[in-house]
C-alpha cells in the first residue's frame, strides 16, 4: 500500500505528504472551476474565479482550498447564497488522491498519471452530482490519460482493448434490457458506456478487482442514498471502483 515509501526517511516521507496533500488542495480548488464552468460552456481560463450566482470575481482570501469554505459556511462572501457542498468535496477528495498516490508510487510518472485520471473522475462525480448529466468531455480525459496508465503499467496496448471488450460484455448482459435500437444503430445507456470505459482503464489484471469494487461500492450507494433520500450519483462508485483499482492493483487474473 506504501511501496514507494517503504525504505525512505521518515522526515522525507512527512514531507512529501505535506508537499502532495498541498498540491492536491490546490487542484482541486481548480477542479471546482472546471466543475461548475464546463457544463456552462465557459472557457476554463476566459476569466478569473468568481461567485457562480452574482458573478463577483473572488479575492485570494476566498480561494483557500477547503478552509474558506468552512470559514464562510459554503456560502459566497458577496452576495451570501450558497455554493454547492460538493465543491469542498472535490477538494478534500483531490487532496486525499494526491497524498495516496505519493504513498503508492512516489513522485513518479505514475504518480502523474494516477492524479490525472482521479482528478478526471471526481470532477465527472461531481458535476453528475450537480448538473445530472455526464460530461463527454470529461470522459474523454478518463479513457486518455487511463490508457496511458494502462500502456505504462503493462507495457502494451493489448490489455486496454481487451479490459475494455470484456467489460462492455459484462455491461451488456447487466444493462440489457436499457439498450435501445433504432434502425440499424444501437443506444447504449450511459451506465453501460462508463462500465466499458472502466474496463479500458483497468484492462485483464485487474478487471475481477474493478467488478467487485464497482458492485460493492455500487451497492453502498444505494444504500446511503435511501437512508438519505437523495440518490447518490452512479459515477461516484465508478470512480472509486476505476482509482483504487489504478492505486491498489490486486493480483486477480480475468
Excluded at 44 to 50: E, T
Excluded at 102 to 117: A, Q
Excluded at 222 to 240: C, E, Q, S, V
Aim: aromatic letters at 14%; charged letters at 10%; hydrophobic letters at 55%.
Amino acid at each position: 500500500m506504501f511501496d514507494a515509501v517503504l525504505d525512505v526517511k521518515l522526515g522525507y516521507v512527512i514531507c512529501g505528504i505535506i508537499w502532495s496533500i498541498a498540491m492536491g488542495f490546490a487542484v482541486g480548488n481548480y477542479a471546482c472551476s472546471l466543475v461548475h464552468r464546463l457544463p456552462r460552456g465557459r472557457l476554463i481560463l476566459d476569466k478569473p474565479p468568481y461567485c457562480g450566482h452574482c458573478g463577483t470575481l473572488l479575492g485570494t482570501k476566498d480561494l483557500f482550498p477547503v478552509f474558506s469554505a468552512l470559514w464562510l459556511r459554503h456560502k459566497c462572501r458577496y452576495c451570501k447564497v450558497p455554493f454547492p457542498v460538493s465543491h469542498t468535496w472535490t477538494e478534500l477528495l483531490v487532496g486525499l488522491l494526491f497524498m495516496l498516490a505519493y504513498l503508492k508510487y512516489g513522485f513518479t510518472e505514475r504518480f502523474v498519471l494516477v492524479i490525472s485520471l482521479g482528478v478526471f473522475l471526481i470532477v465527472l462525480a461531481a458535476i453528475h452530482a450537480n448538473e445530472a448529466i455526464i460530461m463527454g468531455k470529461v470522459v474523454l480525459g478518463v479513457a486518455i490519460f487511463g490508457m496511458m496508465f494502462r500502456i505504462l503499467q503493462d507495457h502494451s496496448i493489448y490489455g486496454f482493448f481487451q479490459g475494455g471488450l470484456f467489460a462492455l460484455i459484462a455491461g451488456v448482459l447487466l444493462w440489457n434490457k436499457h439498450i435501445k435500437k433504432v434502425g440499424h444503430i444501437y443506444s447504449f445507456p450511459k451506465p453501460l458506456e462508463l462500465f466499458t470505459v472502466g474496463g479500458l482503464v483497468v484492462g485483464t489484471t485487474q478487471l475481477v478487482q474493478y467488478f467487485i469494487l464497482y458492485a460493492a461500492f455500487f451497492l453502498i450507494g444505494l444504500l446511503i442514498g435511501k437512508l438519505r433520500n437523495r440518490p447518490l450519483p452512479y459515477t461516484a462508485a465508478f470512480g472509486l471502483a476505476v482509482t483504487l483499482s489504478a492505486l491498489y492493483p490486486a493480483a486477480i487474473n480475468f
